[in-house]
């Protein structure tokens, strides 16, 4: 059983160390969709990932289009201050993928036109004068509420 972190070009590396903290702690698998704007031999990430490395299952894909092909047919969820529906709507299950695009820019505007019934939001304040929450805290929240809905499968 696994659930799966797809960061899309991610580019501040405590961003992906965090979020690998986070998929080594549940079993979740963490992709990286290239290009990234580090190296995954950064001294920040490591750092931020401390000692919890030789636990990440972590795939690498050279583009977004390599992975959607090779995952294709798989329950995939785009999370974009977009998204027409909250975090909160599904009912998630093994195996679904949560995609998240870069931190200044997001996932591709038609990337998210084109899966729109899929596309979460968490919700936030609408006087905020922030455009998004923190990336790996976004992912946290949308992948422990997963993992909550199943039951915390294989976590004590």
Not at 40 to 67: N, Q, T
Not at 113 to 133: G, N
Request: with cysteine.
């Amino acid at each position: 059983m696994a659930l799966h972190i797809v960061f899309v070009e991610p580019e501040i590396p405590p961003n992906t160390g965090n979020i690998a903290r986070t998929c080594a702690a549940t079993d979740s698998v963490l992709h990286l969709v290239e290009p990234l704007g580090f190296s995954i031999s950064d001294r920040a990430l490591k750092r931020a990932g401390l000692d919890y490395w030789p636990y990440v299952k972590v795939e690498v894909h050279e583009s977004l289009e390599a992975f959607l092909a090779q995952y294709e047919g798989r329950r995939m969820f785009l999370a974009t201050t977009k998204g027409g529906h909250l975090y909160t709507d599904f009912q998630y299950q093994d195996e679904d993928m949560f995609l998240f695009g870069r931190e200044t820019r997001g996932l591709p505007p038609d990337f998210i036109a084109a899966h729109e019934d899929r596309a979460i939001r968490i919700p936030m304040s609408e006087s905020t004068r922030l455009r998004s929450f923190n990336l790996a805290n976004s992912a946290n929240i949308i992948l422990f509420e997963a993992l909550r809905q199943m039951g915390f499968p294989g976590l004590k």
